[in-house]
Nanobody
């Protein structure tokens, strides 16, 4: 059974940085592309970063230049390094394979709050 465990969130001030981690069990991590998503209060969940099997990356405009996605296949972990955080980055952050292979399953997410 696949399990996604996100961690690393917290409360930070604008301009600060955080690095999120997502560890995947129950599935061959290296065989999949991976993505980070976020859901802000009152908004729909959105995909913000993707990393392919070959380590190509893509980003939503809102985070481009500030966030970096990476993966460590040996640790079955995908990371999201976030810099220059803004209040509008406040959300619950999730990882998932974007292919749809996991259906409706989502991990518990990790809360990021950016506030002065």
């Amino acid at each position: 059974q696949v399990q996604l465990v996100e961690s690393g969130g917290g409360l930070v001030q604008p301009g600060e940085s955080l690095t999120l981690s997502c560890t995947v069990t129950g599935r061959i991590f290296s065989d999949h592309h991976w993505a980070w998503y976020r859901q802000a209060p009152g908004k729909e969940r959105e995909r913000i970063a993707v990393i392919t099997i070959s380590r190509g990356t893509g980003y939503a405009d809102a985070v481009k230049g500030r966030f970096t996605i990476s993966r460590d296949n040996a640790k079955s972990t995908v990371y999201l390094q976030m810099t220059n955080l803004k209040p509008e980055d406040t959300a619950v952050y999730y990882c998932k394979a974007p292919s749809g292979v996991m259906g409706d399953y989502w991990g518990q997410g990790t809360q990021v709050t950016v506030s002065a």
